[in-house]
């Protein structure tokens, strides 16, 4: 859920405010929270209402509100598609599933959308297994593509999602050789496919990958989403460090991702993105719950699944740390918007396909920084593709949000005008808090799958999603 009860309005990140993590026990002083049971209001009466169950949903994880709009989107982890169902219109429920969603919505774990409505992104919880697709049209994917952790949130707009680029089916095998999303430029016409050469351009035109605008890796096992600004935005990662056969470690951290300038629909180039790693701001995924996260008033909400605790902390704060600068030895872009460079061939004399290991390792020896690399130890992230800056920021100001014991595996967040909610996967229970940390009214749904939760623009409904069931419900909050 990304909407917002008080925006931060930042720029570039270029914070120097340091400042120290707060203990649990003083974040809960400061905020006025005791037990839950001493502020609890009791149980709510409210009676749940199905909205839909069934085919038009697969194992549901997150859901939001477009913007200006009455539409509810749900991401399907089922079968990497979106549902979106109009709740102004019964029985409007209808699933999109792109043609290359085994890699760019897999196992989608949130979703969230600009403030215009017109764009949004999803968090992948997967480690790039393309749902164990044989590659034969371009065996080198099964070596060096497939389950690589080549994966992160990826951006779409609302009008071309599922439409534009559709030049296979769902889980058939692709086409492109290579062994990232930029197939060789320069195949010659003898080893081209006689349906994608041109005679005009005297080239081998593979077809495009999908609709996804823009796609940024090096946060696998991404559990949760929440849009900053433009085009970037806050991610939850699973993953963690890497060992050295590339199997994530744990735990994980937040994230903030930038697409800056995208690069239209199903091609390639990621080289003016840039990756921000809050690094020691604690994460703990469980396989297969999304967590939601929300912002207000300066503070970004996070569920800590695995640690059963929700978090809040201010990403204005902290010590920014660029690991490795810019490739072409320009500022890094912050913030920008709109079509850009389609893929890394089109870059006059530049180091060749930016996701290609090789190329990555040469970019960070150029331009990295040696020292801070060193000094991050265990902490230290290998980039997975090449980029306009890939930073950390350490000492972020952090709180648990949540007192112990309040919810034992938080999933979906979602931000009301007066209060917040948390849906508990393991009790089946939605818990309200107000801003002060007070522990209000206790939803019981009686469903064993909770996952995402949404508020409707006007406060007065409470969307939920179950993947147990197969459904999404609402609850009126007045």
């Known amino acids: 859920m990304n909407r917002r009860f008080g925006r931060l309005g930042r720029g570039p990140r270029r914070s120097v405010l340091a400042a120290s993590a707060l203990s649990a026990a003083v974040a809960l002083a400061l905020s006025g929270c005791s037990s839950p049971e001493a502020d609890a209001t009791g149980p709510s009466d409210a009676a749940v209402e199905t909205i839909v169950v069934g085919d038009a949903l697969d194992s549901p994880t997150s859901l939001a509100v477009r913007p200006d709009s009455t539409e509810l989107w749900v991401t399907n982890a089922g079968n990497d598609s979106i549902t979106v169902i109009d709740t102004a219109v019964a029985g ?12 760019f919505t897999a196992r989608p774990s949130g979703i969230a959308f600009s403030d215009d ?66 197939p060789p430029d320069d195949t010659p016409k003898n080893q081209c496919p006689s349906e994608y050469w041109s005679d005009a351009t005297a080239r081998c035109v593979w077809p495009r990958q999908g609709s996804h605008l823009d796609m940024l890796h090096g946060n696998p096992l991404g559990t949760g989403i929440l849009h900053d600004q433009v085009n970037a935005f806050f991610i939850l990662d699973g993953c963690g460090a890497h060992d050295a056969t590339n199997v994530c470690q744990g735990p994980g951290h937040v994230a903030r991702v930038d697409f800056n300038r995208d690069h239209q629909e199903g091609n390639g180039f990621h080289g003016d993105g840039t990756t921000t790693r809050f690094i020691d701001l604690p994460y703990q995924r469980v396989d297969s719950v999304p967590s939601g996260m929300f912002e207000h008033d300066g503070w970004v ?34 913030g920008e918007h709109g079509p850009g460079v389609i893929d890394w061939s089109h870059i006059e004399n530049g180091p060749g396909d930016g996701d290609d290991p090789a190329t990555v390792d040469a970019w960070v020896e150029r331009r990295g920084n040696h020292a801070a690399i060193a000094a991050a130890g265990d902490k230290r992230i290998r980039p997975m593709e090449t980029l306009s800056e890939y930073s950390y920021v350490w000492n972020a100001t952090r709180e648990d949000a949540t007192p112990a014991g309040a919810v034992e595996r938080p999933a979906g967040l979602a931000a009301g005008p007066n209060s917040w909610f948390v849906a508990d996967n393991a009790s089946g229970r939605i818990v309200e808090f107000d801003w002060s940390g007070k522990q209000l009214r206790v939803f019981e749904t009686g469903k064993t799958g909770l996952t995402g939760l949404a508020v409707s623009p006007d406060g007065k409904t409470l969307y939920f999603s179950d993947a147990s069931t197969n459904g999404v419900y609402r609850l009126a909050l007045s």
Not at 92 to 103: F, L, P, T, V, W
Not at 316 to 324: F, I, K, L, R
């Open 117 to 182: 409505g017109q764009y949004f992104a999803v968090s992948n919880n997967s480690n790039n297994e393309v749902r164990g697709i044989d590659f034969k049209l371009a065996p080198e994917r099964n070596a060096h593509f497939k389950g690589n952790n080549f994966m992160g949130p990826t951006l779409f707009s609302t009008t071309t999602f599922a439409l534009a680029g559709q030049s296979k089916h769902y889980m058939d095998d692709w086409p492109q050789p290579g062994i990232s999303h930029d």
């Open 92 to 103: 409007s429920a209808r699933m999109m599933q792109d043609s290359y969603g085994e890699h």
């Open 301 to 334: 909400y996070y569920a800590d699944t695995g640690a059963g605790v929700v978090r809040r902390f201010q990403p204005d704060s902290g010590t920014t740390e660029v690991m490795v600068a810019n490739w072409n030895d320009s500022p890094a872009s912050h």
